[in-house]
């Protein structure tokens, strides 16, 4: 596709359920990043990969959150046990190349709310 | 560690005029980026326009420009010529050698016809 797409665009969940949430990078794109918003804030980093490796999982707030990229394209985000404080939008960008000056192209977020 | 600041949560602006919204910034990096994202009701973040530390000379994209004062650790946008489609979220973010971004809390920037 032309640009990075997420999928779902929203999700409503129970408090304790299990989500994933699903990034397709723009094709040739060797790095991906994921970002957390949550109301009124701006985006935080979770996680980046280049290829398959996660490069830096430094953002990722606990163990309940876990993300991988089995094929160096592709990525998902796993919430474990989901809390009503892990409501937020999941942003995922993609870039050429994780070099300084490659631009990150964002996707249009999933919006996740735990109920 | 890298912080950004946007002090001024809501902006307002009448078509066709200019206005300036504000991004300080703290990094012990002597080579970063700084970036202004637009943020539209849609979500997608767009990048507005992009300024290596390394250069003085501000970066300018067509009806949007920068000032890029290092040594005070400020950077903000100008848009002139506001155009009702500018109206969104802004966010200034820094972007250090983790290559991760760092993001201000935003402003709403309002275009009144």
């Known amino acids: 596709g032309a640009g990075v797409s997420q999928t779902p665009s929203n999700k409503v969940t129970e408090k304790g359920k299990y989500v994933e949430l699903r990034c397709d990078p723009i094709?040739?794109?060797?790095?991906l990043y994921w970002y957390r918003q949550s109301l009124g804030q701006g985006p935080e980093f979770l996680i980046y990969?280049?290829?398959?490796?996660?490069?830096?999982d430094s953002g990722l707030p606990n163990d309940r959150f876990f993300a991988v990229r089995p094929e160096g394209s592709v990525s998902t985000l796993k919430i474990q046990r989901t809390e009503r404080g892990d409501s937020a939008v999941y942003l995922c960008?993609?870039?050429?190349?994780?070099?300084?000056?490659?631009?990150?192209?964002f996707g249009p977020g999933t919006r996740l709310t735990v109920l | 560690a890298q912080t950004v600041t946007q002090s001024q949560p809501e902006m307002s602006v009448q078509e066709a005029e200019t206005v300036t919204l504000s991004c300080t910034y703290d990094?012990?990096?002597?080579?970063?980026?700084l970036f202004w994202y637009k943020q539209p009701p849609s979500r997608q973040m767009i990048l507005v326009i992009r300024?290596?530390?390394?250069?003085?000379q501000n970066a300018t994209e067509n009806r949007f420009s920068v000032n890029f004062q290092k040594a005070a650790k400020s950077f903000s946008l100008k848009i002139s010529d506001s155009q009702l489609g500018d109206a969104a979220m802004y966010f200034c973010?820094?972007?250090?050698?983790?290559?991760?971004?760092?993001f201000g809390k935003g402003t709403l920037l309002t275009v009144n016809p």
């Open positions: 990969f280049q290829g398959t490796g996660a490069a830096d």
């Open positions: 973010a820094n972007r250090g050698s983790n290559y991760k971004l760092t």
């Open positions: 300024q290596e530390a390394y250069k003085q």
């Open positions: 960008a993609s870039s050429r190349d994780i070099g300084s000056y490659n631009e990150q192209f």
């Open positions: 990094t012990s990096e002597s080579d970063y980026y």
């Open positions: 094709s040739g794109h060797t790095a």
